[in-house]
């Protein structure tokens, strides 16, 4: 078996927190569309009791929910990168720089 040389992830690595970042948006998009969906489970049963038309709304409202959630992931997944990106680019930029410090001393 090969082994990678990579070096193990530890607190104040880059590559940790990154993927520290990445768990709390998969966290954060997960309990949203888990929101959503009960919502519309909660409100679709309410109406059909309150209309006496038992399976419609429910179905019609966990139907609807479906393109709902997709936007909401879409537009917080979308928030979150663009807050990511200019952070680990200048992680990355004071990273090369400390190398290009340690190269020519």
């Known amino acids: 078996m ?3 040389s ?4 530890k607190k104040g690595n880059s590559q940790y927190t990154f ?3 990445l768990a709390a948006v998969a966290g954060l998009v997960g309990c949203l569309t888990l929101i959503i969906v009960i919502a519309a489970l909660i ?7 309150q209309l006496n038309s038992r399976p419609t709304f429910t ?8 393109p709902v959630t997709l936007i ?10 663009s807050r990511i990106k200019p952070s680990m680019k200048n992680n990355q930029d004071q990273t090369r720089e400390e190398a290009d410090r340690g190269q020519t001393s």
């Open 72 to 81: 909401t992931m879409f537009l917080v997944v979308k928030a979150a990168t």
């Open 19 to 21: 993927n520290l970042i």
């Open 43 to 49: 409100i679709g049963l309410w109406l059909d009791k």
């Open 6 to 9: 990579e070096p193990p992830l």
């Open 2 to 4: 090969s082994q990678t």
């Open 59 to 66: 179905i019609l409202l966990m139907v609807g929910s479906i």
